[in-house]
């Protein structure tokens, strides 16, 4: 069964296995305004266009 983020799924994980320390942790979106607003243009916009703002 082909999962719909099985690359993105794929590149995380890859990405956890280097020798890091890593701590994922949930916080809601109340919690972190700027994360939630880049999530919500993001959602909205092509990745062109979140990648120039960016940088």
């Known amino acids: ?16 296995q280097q020798p890091w320390s890593v701590v994922l942790q ?10 939630d607003l880049l999530a919500k243009y993001g959602a909205s916009e092509s990745l062109a266009k979140c990648l120039g703002i960016l940088g």
Not at 1 to 12: C, E, N, Q, R
């Open 1 to 16: 069964t082909y999962h719909p983020h099985a690359t993105l799924i794929s590149h995380i994980s890859r990405l956890l």
């Open 26 to 35: 949930h916080t809601l979106s109340e919690g972190n305004k700027g994360a």
